[in-house]
C-alpha cells in the first residue's frame, strides 16, 4: 500500500507532507513504484496519523472487558478499531483473583489470534492488559468494587501474569497500603506501575516513584487535589521527571484550563490521553454496569446512584479531538494518544507511530474537521 499526498504525523517534525509504504503489514522506508496489484490511496492533503493507543478504557458497545468472554473481546475490538484505535491495552476492574484469571486468560486468547496484521481479523490488537486494582484505597475506590479491593500481593500478581502469558504491562496501586514499596521494589522492572485510586500525599508518592513506579492513573481524578501546601501525587508526578500521566479529556472528568494547565506542568512528551471508556459508550442512554456495580449514563455522563463518576462513555478519538477544542495543539494530541500510551508500557516499537518497522496501522483524519475518513490496519483498509 502507498498512501499519497498526506500531511504525515511524525514524533520528530510534527506534520510533514510525504508519501507512506506499507509493505507486508508493516510501515516501510524503502520507496517503491506502484505495481499492478499495490493499492494507492490519494489522501488529498488530510492528515495520516499512527492508530491511536488507548492504555485506560474498559468497555464500549455495550460490553466490558471484565466480562471475560470471546464475545466481548470481539466486539471491544471491532468498535475500537473503526473508531481508529488500533492497539489496545483494557482495564481490569478491582475484582476476585478467580475473576481476573478469567480475565487475563480471555485477553491472550483474542491476543494470540489479532497479532497477524495483514491478512489477520479486523480487529484492535491488544497489546496489553491494565490492571487497575485491586490494589487502591477504599476512600478513593471512585466506581470500583470495594468489596475486592486487596492489599498488594506480589505473589497474586505474578500468578495473574502467568495467566496472561505476560500481557500485564499496567498495574495501579495505591502506594499508601501496606506492602505498597515492596511490591514496586520488586516488580517494577517487570510491569509498569501506575499510581492512582489512592489518598497519597507527596512524600510517599515521590517515594514510589523513586522505586520504580513511572506511571499516574487518570491524573485529577481518585486522589488528592493538588494544592501549593500539599501537592500530592500530582506534584510528586511533576517533580519526577520520568513519569507518565495519564489524563481523561471527554469534557467531564477534568475542566479544560486543567487540561492546559496539566500539559503545561507535564509537557506533550509525557501526557498520555486515555478514555477510560465503559460499555455504554456508542450506545444508547440507559443503565448499565460497572466491575458488578449500576451505573446511568446520560448523554456524557456515566454515574453511580450517588453521583460519582463511572468512567466516561466517550472513545479516544473524541477524547483526542475535544484535548484539540480545549487548546491543545494538534501534533501534541495526537502525541499523547498514539506514541506517549504505547511508550508508557514498553510497546512503541511496534504501535503509536508511522515509522519504519512499525506495524502499518494509521488513521486518515479530514483537515476540515478531524472526521475519520479511513482506518489502516496492517496495510489493510477496515471496512466501515
Known sequence: MIIKNAYVFTTEQGFVKKDTVIENGYFSDRGRLPGERETVIDAQENYLIPGLVDVHFHGCGGYDFSDGTPEAMEAIGDYELRSGITAICPAAMTLSEEMLRGICENAYAYSSGNQAGAGGRQKARLCGIHLEGPFISAEKKGAQNPAYIASPDIGMFRRLQEAARGLVRLITIAPEMAGAMDFISELHEQVHISLGH??????????????????????FNAMPGFSHRAPGV??????????????????????????????KLFGGERMILISDSMRATGMADGAYTLGGLDV???GNRATLADGTLAGSVTNLMDCMRTAVSMGIPLETAVRCATYNPAKSIGVEALHGRIADGAYGDCVLLSRADLSVQEVILGGEIVKK
Open 198 to 219: 489512592t489518598m497519597s500525599d507527596y512524600d510517599v508518592a515521590f517515594e514510589a516513584f523513586g522505586l520504580g513506579a513511572d506511571h499516574v492513573t487518570h491524573c
Open 234 to 263: 500530582i506534584g510528586a508526578a511533576a517533580d519526577a521527571s520520568h513519569v507518565m500521566p495519564e489524563l481523561i479529556c471527554d469534557g467531564v472528568h477534568v475542566h479544560p484550563s486543567a487540561v492546559r494547565a496539566a500539559f
Open 296 to 298: 446511568d449514563v446520560k
